[in-house]
C-alpha cells in the first residue's frame, strides 16, 4: 500500500510538472482537433463520420514531437498518409484470414523497417502500425471502409492544418517552452548540486539524479539546437531568434562548467570543517542560481519580473570573505585545501557570470554579441539523419538491429493475431495494440515498457472502478475521458506507466459511455494487456535477440572517439589562444552526447537476464572511466577558454600525444585490431621523465612560483594531464584483460 501510495505521489507531481511544458501544449492541441470534429458531429447528426477524422487525428500526432516546424510538418503528412493507405489495405482484406494473416506480416515488417531513418521516421511508423491494428477492431463498421480511411486521412491533413494555424499565431511557442523547460533543468541541475555539499544527503542517490538530469540536458540541447540553428530563411534578420541562440550557448556553457568542476565531496566535509560558516554559504550560493534560474524560465517573455540578484553577488563577498580569513591564518598561500576553495568559488562566480548573461540577453542582446553570433557556422551544429534509399539496403541484413527489430516484430504480431483470432476474435485487436506499444528493438526498454504498461493498466482500472461505483454521471465520464486522453498524450514521451493510466482512464470512461458492462471489458483489457506484454517480451528473448552487451562495444568505440577528437581540440586552443573554432564546440557537443549514449546503453544492459550480462563488471569500469575522462578533458578545456594561460610547452604536447595514442590504442583493442598494449610506466613515471622530476616537485619551480595565476595554472593543468594519462591507461588495462576479449 505504501509503494502504490508514493508511486501515485510520483505520478502527481509529474502532472503538475507537466503544466506549462511542450507536451502539454501538444496534448492541448490534440485534443482540441479531436474535440472540434466530435462536436461538430453532435451538432449535426454525423457523428459516424466525424469518429474517422477524430481517429486521423489521433494517427497524425505522434509525429508532433519538438524540433523544426518543417519537419514536424513533414512527418504529420507522412503520417495521415499511410495511415489511410494501410486503414483502406486492411480494411477490405480482414474479411479473409489467409489474405490478412499474411499481409498483417507484410505490413508490420514494412512500416517497423521505415525506422533505419531515424526517430522521426519511427513516429511515421507508429502511425502506420496502430492504423494498421484500428483496421482489425470493429471500428466504423457502418461506414465503407474507403470513405473511413479517406476520413481518417482528412483527420490527420485537419491537425496538420491546426497545427499550422497554431504556429502562426504562436510562432516562438516551440521555441519558448523548449528553452524554458532547459533552463528548468538546469535550475535542478544546480539545486541538486546545492543537496551534494550536505554530508547528510544520500549521495548516491543525488549522484545518480545528477547523471540522469545531464542526459536530460544534453537531449534538450540537441531539440534547441535543432530549432535555433536548423532554420535559415528569418534567423539572420531577428533580433529575438539570435538572443535566443545566445542564451542557449550559455546553457551550454553552464553545463560543461558544471562537469568539469566536479567536486570531491569527501575532500570538502574536511574543508568545511575548518571553515565555519563557508558551506552554508556556498549552499545558499547555489540555492538563488538555481532559483534565479527557475525565475528566468517562467519570465522569458517578461524579463522585468525576473527578481534581482543581489544577494548572489553578497553570498559571493561573503565566501571570498571566509577565503581571505582562511588565507590570513595559513602560513603557505598555495594551501592545496586554500586553492580548492578558491577554484570552487571561482567556478561559481564564472556560473554567475552566465546566469546574468542569460538575463542581460532576454532584455536585449549587445550588437557586438550579435556580429559575433552571425559569424560562426551555427547550422553544423545540428545533428542531421539521412533519408537516402541506400540506408534501406544497407541495412537489409541480420547485423542491422532495426532489421531484426523489424523481423521480430512481424513474427510475434502475426502470432498475435492467431492467438487473438482463436481466444477471442473480436477484440483481439488489444492484444496487437499492446505489442505494438511495449516491443522496442532491444530486451530491456522492451521489458522496461511491459512493466510500465502493466503497472499503469492496473492502476487506471483500479482507480476506474473506484470512480464508477462512487459517480454514476455519463457527463463526469465524458470530461474526464478527455481530460485523462489529453493528459495521456502529454505524458507518453515524458513517463510511459503515467501515459498508461491515463490511456487506460479514457478507455474505460469511454466504454462506460458506449456500454452497460463496462467490468468485462476492463477485464478483458487486463488480460490482453498480459497477453500482449508476454508475446512482446518472449520475443525478444527468442527471435533474433538484440543483447546490449553485444553492441555496447561500438558505442564505447564512438565515446573514445569523440573523446580523442574533444582532447586535440582542447590541446589546439590550449597552443594557438584565440577564437573558439566551431571544430571546438562541435567535438564539445560530440563528447557529450556520446557519454550520455554510453549511459543509456549501459543501463539498458544491466536490465537484461544475469545471464546476459557479459562483462559487465569492466563495461561498467569503462563506463565510469569514460565518464572521468570527459570531466577532465572538460575541466582543461573550460579553464584554458576562461582564463588567461602560458604557452604552451613542449612537454604539454608530449603527454597529450600519449594520452590520444592510449586513446586509439583503446579503440583498436576494442575492435580486435591490435595486440595486447605492453605496460612499462605508470602515469606518474611518465610525468617525472616528461618534465625532469616528481609531479609534486613541478610545482615548486620557481616560473610557477611568480604569481598564484601560473601555479594555479600549474596544478590544474598538470593535474588534469596526469589524471587523463592514468585513466587512458587504466582503459587499456580493462580492455587487455582475457575474459573480456572472449
Given at each position: 500500500m505504501e509503494r502504490i501510495k508514493s508511486y501515485l505521489q510520483l505520478q502527481f507531481v509529474l502532472s503538475r510538472e507537466l503544466i506549462g511544458s511542450t507536451d502539454f501544449s501538444r496534448a492541448i492541441l490534440g485534443g482540441t482537433a479531436m474535440t472540434i470534429p466530435i462536436l461538430i458531429g453532435i451538432r449535426f447528426d454525423l457523428l459516424q463520420y466525424c469518429i474517422p477524422v477524430t481517429t486521423g487525428v489521433l494517427l497524425a500526432s505522434p509525429s508532433d514531437t519538438r524540433g523544426s516546424f518543417k519537419l514536424k510538418s513533414q512527418g504529420i503528412f507522412l503520417s495521415a498518409v499511410i495511415a489511410t493507405v494501410v486503414f483502406f489495405i486492411v480494411g477490405y482484406l480482414k474479411g479473409s484470414v489467409w489474405l490478412l494473416l499474411p499481409m498483417i506480416g507484410i505490413l508490420t515488417f514494412l512500416i517497423s523497417y521505415l525506422s533505419v531513418w531515424g526517430f522521426r521516421a519511427t513516429l511515421v511508423g507508429f502511425s502506420g502500425l496502430l492504423s494498421l491494428v484500428i483496421a482489425l477492431s470493429n471500428f466504423a463498421e457502418k461506414l465503407p471502409v474507403w470513405t473511413a480511411a479517406l476520413l481518417i486521412g482528412l483527420g490527420g491533413l485537419w491537425y496538420l492544418f491546426f497545427g499550422l494555424i497554431y504556429h502562426l499565431i504562436f510562432p516562438k511557442s516551440m521555441i519558448e517552452e523548449s528553452l524554458s523547460e532547459t533552463i528548468r533543468l538546469t535550475a535542478k541541475y544546480m539545486n541538486i548540486r546545492r543537496k551534494l555539499i550536505n554530508p547528510d544527503c544520500d549521495r548516491v542517490k543525488y549522484l545518480g539524479r545528477l547523471i540522469q538530469l545531464q542526459n536530460r540536458l544534453t537531449e534538450s540541447h540537441e531539440v534547441l539546437r535543432e530549432l535555433l540553428f536548423a532554420e535559415k530563411r528569418h534567423f539572420w534578420k531577428s533580433n529575438y531568434i539570435s538572443s535566443r541562440q545566445l542564451i542557449f550557448i550559455q546553457l551550454i556553457e553552464i553545463l560543461e562548467l558544471a562537469v568539469s568542476n566536479p567536486v570531491d565531496y569527501d575532500?570538502?566535509?574536511?574543508?568545511?570543517?575548518?571553515?565555519?560558516?563557508?558551506?552554508?554559504?556556498?549552499?545558499?550560493?547555489?540555492?538563488?542560481?538555481?532559483?534565479?534560474?527557475?525565475?528566468?524560465?517562467?519570465?522569458?517573455?517578461?524579463?522585468?519580473?525576473?527578481?534581482?540578484?543581489?544577494?548572489?553577488?553578497?553570498?559571493?563577498?561573503?565566501?571570498?570573505?571566509?577565503?581571505?580569513?582562511?588565507?590570513?591564518?595559513?602560513?603557505?598561500?598555495?594551501?592545496?585545501?586554500?586553492?580548492?576553495?578558491?577554484?570552487?568559488?571561482?567556478?561559481?562566480?564564472?556560473?554567475?557570470?552566465?546566469?546574468?548573461?542569460?538575463?542581460?540577453?532576454?532584455?536585449?542582446?549587445?550588437?557586438?554579441?550579435?556580429?559575433?553570433?552571425?559569424?560562426?557556422?551555427?547550422?553544423?551544429?545540428?545533428?542531421?539523419?539521412?533519408?537516402?534509399?541506400?540506408?534501406?539496403?544497407?541495412?537489409?541484413?541480420?547485423?542491422?538491429?532495426?532489421?531484426?527489430?523489424?523481423?521480430?516484430?512481424?513474427?510475434?504480431?502475426?502470432?498475435?493475431?492467431?492467438?487473438?483470432?482463436?481466444?477471442?476474435?473480436?477484440?483481439?485487436?488489444?492484444?496487437?495494440?499492446?505489442?505494438?506499444?511495449?516491443?522496442?528493438?532491444?530486451?530491456?526498454?522492451?521489458k522496461t515498457r511491459s512493466k510500465q504498461r502493466t503497472i499503469g493498466t492496473l492502476l487506471g482500472a483500479g482507480i476506474a472502478l473506484i470512480i464508477l461505483f462512487s459517480v454514476q454521471s455519463p457527463v463526469v465520464y465524458g470530461i474526464l475521458a478527455a481530460i485523462s486522453l489529453t493528459l495521456a498524450f502529454a505524458m507518453l514521451q515524458r513517463n510511459y506507466s503515467t501515459a498508461a493510466m491515463y490511456i487506460t482512464l479514457s478507455v474505460v470512461f469511454v466504454y462506460a459511455l458506449l456500454t452497460p458492462d463496462v467490468l468485462s471489458v476492463i477485464r478483458f483489457r487486463l488480460v490482453d494487456t498480459a497477453i500482449g506484454a508476454a508475446l512482446a517480451v518472449a520475443g525478444n528473448i527468442w527471435l533474433w535477440p538484440a543483447w546490449e552487451f553485444k553492441s555496447i562495444k561500438n558505442i564505447l568505440s564512438d565515446t573514445l572517439i569523440a573523446q580523442k577528437n574533444y582532447l586535440e581540440q582542447i590541446a589546439v586552443y590550449y597552443n594557438r589562444v584565440g577564437e573558439l573554432s566551431p571544430e571546438y564546440r562541435l567535438s564539445r557537443k560530440h563528447a557529450f552526447l556520446?557519454?550520455?549514449?554510453?549511459?543509456?546503453?549501459?543501463?539498458?544492459?544491466?536490465?537484461?537476464?544475469?545471464?546476459?550480462?557479459?562483462?559487465?563488471?569492466?563495461?561498467?569500469?569503462?563506463?565510469?572511466?569514460?565518464?572521468?575522462?570527459?570531466?577532465?578533458?572538460?575541466?582543461?578545456?573550460?579553464?584554458?577558454?576562461?582564463?588567461?594561460?602560458?604557452?604552451?610547452?613542449?612537454?604539454?604536447?608530449?603527454?597529450?600525444?600519449?594520452?590520444?595514442?592510449?586513446?586509439?590504442?583503446?579503440?583498436?583493442?576494442?575492435?580486435?585490431?591490435?595486440?595486447?598494449?605492453?605496460?612499462?610506466?605508470?602515469?606518474?613515471?611518465?610525468?617525472?621523465?616528461?618534465?625532469?622530476?616528481?609531479?609534486?616537485?613541478?610545482?615548486?619551480?620557481?616560473?610557477?612560483?611568480?604569481?598564484?595565476?601560473?601555479?594555479?595554472?600549474?596544478?590544474?593543468?598538470?593535474?588534469?594531464?596526469?589524471?587523463?594519462?592514468?585513466?587512458?591507461?587504466?582503459?587499456l588495462g580493462v580492455l587487455k584483460k582475457e575474459n573480456f576479449k572472449s
Open positions: 575532500n570538502a566535509d574536511r574543508l568545511f570543517k575548518n571553515v565555519p560558516g563557508a558551506q552554508r554559504d556556498f549552499q545558499e550560493l547555489l540555492s538563488q542560481m538555481s532559483v534565479q534560474l527557475t525565475s528566468i524560465s517562467k519570465n522569458l517573455s517578461k524579463p522585468k519580473n525576473i527578481p534581482s540578484d543581489q544577494n548572489r553577488d553578497r553570498l559571493i563577498e561573503e565566501i571570498e570573505g571566509h577565503i581571505r580569513n582562511l588565507e590570513k591564518n595559513l602560513d603557505n598561500q598555495f594551501d592545496n585545501h586554500l586553492l580548492t576553495l578558491k577554484n570552487y568559488i571561482k567556478y561559481l562566480k564564472q556560473q554567475s557570470e552566465k546566469i546574468k548573461n542569460i538575463r542581460q540577453f532576454l532584455s536585449r542582446a549587445g550588437n557586438q554579441e550579435l556580429r559575433e553570433l552571425r559569424k560562426k557556422e551555427l547550422g553544423r551544429f545540428v545533428s542531421s539523419t539521412s533519408y537516402d534509399w541506400e540506408v534501406l539496403i544497407e541495412n537489409l541484413n541480420f547485423k542491422s538491429s532495426i532489421f531484426r527489430h523489424s523481423l521480430r516484430i512481424t513474427v510475434v504480431m502475426v502470432i498475435g493475431s492467431i492467438v487473438g483470432l482463436i481466444a477471442d476474435p473480436h477484440n483481439y485487436y488489444w492484444v496487437l495494440m499492446t505489442v505494438i506499444v511495449i516491443m522496442r528493438p532491444n530486451y530491456g526498454l522492451t556520446s557519454i550520455s549514449e554510453l549511459n543509456a546503453a549501459f543501463q539498458r544492459m544491466t536490465q537484461e537476464p544475469e545471464h546476459k550480462h557479459k562483462n559487465q563488471n569492466e563495461i561498467f569500469e569503462l563506463v565510469l572511466l569514460s565518464h572521468s575522462f570527459l570531466v577532465a578533458a572538460a575541466s582543461l578545456g573550460t579553464y584554458t577558454v576562461n582564463n588567461p594561460t602560458t604557452p604552451a610547452s613542449e612537454n604539454f604536447n608530449s603527454i597529450i600525444s600519449l594520452i590520444l595514442q592510449n586513446l586509439l590504442t583503446a579503440d583498436d583493442l576494442l575492435n580486435g585490431k591490435t595486440e595486447n598494449p605492453v605496460f612499462e610506466l605508470s602515469a606518474d613515471e611518465i610525468i617525472r621523465l616528461t618534465y625532469g622530476k616528481e609531479l609534486k616537485d613541478v610545482f615548486a619551480d620557481e616560473r610557477y612560483q611568480l604569481s598564484e595565476q601560473t601555479l594555479e595554472e600549474a596544478h590544474l593543468v598538470l593535474g588534469q594531464l596526469r589524471w587523463m594519462l592514468e585513466i587512458s591507461e587504466k582503459m
